[in-house]
């Protein structure tokens, strides 16, 4: 795609400007001239003729806007002269077929992860410390004082200060200038190399603002949402902090987990303060069980498994003009590879699926899942409705100034992620994975609720498309960057992962670039190469909440 303005369907009629274009430019699009009015800046859009007020504005081959003004043939549509439109769409599905990728270089492709009793595979291997309250979040603070440094695991620096090496010359008598010359500083990378226990990547303490106020509904799908982080594929065990008399009780997480693993083996060491003789003998409990937690997670070791045990979270933030045209439709053709080997994508972010509901309805397998899509869909954009806002208001400033002036725009580039293959199941959040293909997962548009939400569900790694760049990452499953721009990739090379931008350039084709994913995926996945994410420790974790406060 080396071009410098693109028409990515036939039925659009608007074009891409790949690279910034100049007023009075004659341009050539199927057949037909075009001499563009004004400049167009890079990623945005020009029109391929004249539109009237209220005239139907296509891109990607669906309904993304409509004119609120007269505009010429050539000139930009901005958010002055177009307003947000999106498609109908209705429960009942039409027939989809689908033709799978081919798959040669990747059938007996493994990765080396962490086997789990019940048949599922990590690809880390963390231990959890869970407040069931934000009352707990001070226990949990302690306790990670307590073990992560001092077991080698990550600090919320690039180092560690080994203050109690000052302390052992004091006491033994030191001068000044030994003090002064005694190195006190430990990087990320020896504190690692002095790990306890080897064989576990971490202890993450997964702190947050609920449990307890707002309405029961909250508590409840927090505990969910804890019981599929505990049952995750990349867990090992956790140890659960609860006060005592907070909404979030702690049956109601032992019934979560239940429900999610009848037969769960893992450990999971509970402790209520409440209940507690007092603090002290609080931390010190949770300070000993945690410690043989870690013990007994040692014990499992990296082993080869099928590419069909990876359940990969699709995600994207910080998208810009070019996301919907390299890396998202690079990612969906991960996606498709991942299918046709037997593993499962999930796609979220309901609200950047406005204006292509009816496409992912047709492409449910059942009856029973294109209505539940249908449902959801209707449910939640009711709802943004009736506390003033709606899905229209979805794109943020980024997203606008980089040219995704509508949702129905950025919803249809934000689709390709989920690239073409069959739903096989539509989840609602907290709903785990069971099934192989593509699954829906209903979360907000939100980067970090999303990807919370993905992990939440069972996701064990995690692609993350960015056109502006952004550090979000997950405290269990690792999260990889692709960059839309090779301009991003430069800048922010510390936090992203991959360049997409080839596509842009047209050094790579969409497929060749779904395959590089891929294989960068199955990387990650065996420990081989640290997702960028895991490097900075960005351990980002927002429950969603979906109820009003009482």
């Given amino acids: 795609m080396s071009e410098s303005y693109v028409q990515i369907d036939p039925r659009d009629n608007v074009i891409v400007a790949i690279t910034p274009l100049k007023k009075g430019l004659i341009t050539?699009?199927?057949g037909k001239q075009v001499i563009l009015k004004e400049n167009i800046k890079q990623k945005h859009?020009?029109?391929?003729h004249d539109f009237k007020v209220g005239d139907e504005i296509y891109m990607y081959g669906v309904l993304i806007g409509k004119a609120t003004q007269p505009i010429e043939e050539g000139a930009a549509i901005t958010t002055e002269n177009v307003k947000h439109a999106s498609a109908e769409f209705q429960e009942t599905k039409e027939t989809y077929s689908w033709?799978?990728?081919?798959?040669?270089?990747?059938?007996?492709?493994t990765f080396n992860g962490y086997h789990r009793q019940d048949?599922?595979?990590?690809?880390?291997?963390?231990?959890?410390?869970?407040?069931?309250?934000?009352?707990?979040?001070?226990?949990?603070?302690?306790?990670?004082?307590?073990?992560?440094?001092?077991?080698g695991y990550e600090t919320k620096k690039d180092f560690a200060v080994n203050t109690e090496a000052l302390i052992e010359q004091y006491k033994a008598g030191a001068t000044k200038d030994t003090i002064l010359n005694t190195p006190i500083i430990t990087t990320k990378e020896e504190l690692s190399k002095n790990r306890v226990f080897p064989n576990v990547d971490g202890i993450k303490f997964l702190k947050h603002d609920g449990g307890c106020g707002g309405i029961r509904q909250d508590s409840e799908v927090l505990c969910k949402l804890l019981a599929g982080y505990i049952t995750n594929p990349n867990v090992a065990g956790a140890t659960v902090f609860s006060l005592g008399c907070q909404n979030a009780q702690i049956s109601m997480l032992q019934d979560a987990i239940n429900t999610?693993?009848?037969?769960n083996t893992k450990p999971v060491h509970y402790l209520e303060q409440q209940k507690s003789s007092s603090e002290r003998a609080l931390i010190e409990e949770a300070v000993k069980h945690t410690f043989l937690g870690l013990v007994d997670?040692?014990?499992i070791k990296r082993q080869p498994a099928p590419l069909n045990k990876l359940t990969l979270g699709l995600e994207c933030g910080g998208s810009d003009g070019f996301s919907g045209i390299s890396a998202n439709p690079a990612l969906g053709y991960a996606s498709d590879l991942l299918v046709a080997l037997g593993g499962s994508p999930v796609l979220s972010e309901f609200p950047e699926l406005n204006g292509v509901e009816q496409e992912l309805i047709n492409r449910c397998v059942t009856d029973q899942d294109s209505k539940k899509f249908y449902n959801l869909m209707r449910s939640y954009s009711a709802a943004a409705v009736a506390v003033g806002s709606g899905f229209e208001n979805n794109p943020s400033p980024g997203n606008i100034k980089d040219g995704l002036i509508t949702d129905a725009m950025k919803s249809a580039g934000a689709a390709k992620k989920g690239g073409t293959s069959p739903v096989v199941e539509v989840l609602d959040y907290t709903e785990q994975v069971t099934k192989?293909?593509?699954?829906?997962?209903?979360?907000?548009?939100?980067?970090?609720?999303?990807?919370?939400?993905?992990?939440?569900?069972?996701?064990?790694?995690?692609?993350?498309?960015t056109g502006l760049g952004t550090p979000t990452g997950n405290p269990v499953a690792p999260v990889l960057k692709l960059s839309s721009n090779t301009n991003l990739y430069e800048r922010m090379n510390d936090i992203i992962d991959i360049n997409a931008g080839t596509v842009i350039s047209g050094e790579d084709t969409i497929a060749t670039m779904g395959e590089k994913v891929l294989d960068h995926i199955v990387k990650v996945a065996s420990g081989e190469t640290p997702s960028k994410a895991v490097l900075h420790g960005n351990n980002d974790f927002i429950p969603w909440k979906r109820g009003v406060s009482l």
């Fill in 28 to 30: 050539t699009v199927s």
């Fill in 45 to 48: 859009k020009f029109t391929l």
């Fill in 99 to 109: 033709t799978a990728p081919d798959i040669s270089k990747f059938k007996n492709r």
């Fill in 119 to 151: 048949g599922k595979v990590g690809t880390a291997n963390y231990w959890l410390v869970i407040p069931l309250t934000f009352c707990e979040n001070r226990n949990v603070d302690v306790l990670e004082g307590a073990l992560s440094e001092k077991l």
């Fill in 260 to 263: 999610i693993a009848p037969n």
């Fill in 297 to 299: 997670a040692n014990k």
């Fill in 436 to 465: 192989p293909g593509l699954n829906l997962l209903c979360t907000p548009g939100n980067d970090v609720e999303s990807t919370t939400g993905l992990v939440g569900s069972g996701c064990n790694i995690v692609v993350f498309t």
